[in-house]
C-alpha cells in the first residue's frame, strides 16, 4: 500500500512539473513570444503618463483606441500631485469631461465622455511611486437608472 501511494506521489509531482514548464503565451509566427503591449497602445484615447508601465496581473482591457472598456493599472513615478495635476489638465485636452475629483492620500478623478465613464485612482505606492488604476465603464443611459 505504501508502494502505491509513493507511486501516486510521484506521478502527481511529475505531472506538476511537466505543467509548470509549458509556456501558454501566444506566440508569432516564428515561435517567439508575443509582446506585451504598451500603455499607449491599450489606452487608445487616454493619456499615459511619461514613464509608466502596465501592471499586466491588475490589467483587463476589451476592446480599442476610442472604445475600450475595463481597466489598466500603472506603476507611474513622480510625485502623486504631478501625476493628478497631469490627468486633471490632461483629460479634457483628450475630449474627457471632468466631472468630479478629490484629492487625498487616495485620488479620485471621474471624468466622462460621449458613451464612456472613466475613473483614475491614484495612490502613494509602498517603496515610492504611485500607482494609478483607470477604469472605464459605459455610461448609464438616464432613463436606466435603478429607482
Do not use: H
Not at 515561435?31 to 487608445?44: D, R
Amino acid at each position: 500500500m505504501n508502494i502505491l501511494k509513493y507511486l501516486i506521489l510521484l506521478c502527481t509531482t511529475a505531472m506538476l512539473i511537466a505543467c509548470s514548464s509549458v509556456d501558454i503565451r501566444p506566440s508569432s509566427k516564428d515561435g517567439a513570444a508575443a509582446p506585451e503591449p504598451s500603455a499607449a497602445q491599450l489606452a487608445g484615447d487616454m493619456p499615459i503618463p511619461p514613464g509608466a508601465t502596465i501592471r499586466p496581473q491588475e490589467t483587463l482591457v476589451m476592446g480599442s483606441g476610442n472604445r475600450w472598456m475595463g481597466r489598466i493599472s500603472l506603476s507611474v513615478p513622480g510625485e502623486s500631485q504631478a501625476i493628478y495635476t497631469y490627468y486633471r489638465d490632461g483629460l479634457p485636452s483628450a475630449g474627457w469631461v471632468l466631472t468630479s475629483s478629490s484629492y487625498s492620500k487616495l485620488s479620485f478623478l471621474t471624468f466622462s465622455k460621449a458613451e464612456r465613464v472613466a475613473t483614475v485612482q491614484i495612490q502613494s505606492a509602498s517603496f515610492g511611486g504611485n500607482e494609478v488604476t483607470i477604469t472605464v465603464t459605459p455610461a448609464t443611459k438616464s432613463g436606466n437608472a435603478a429607482p
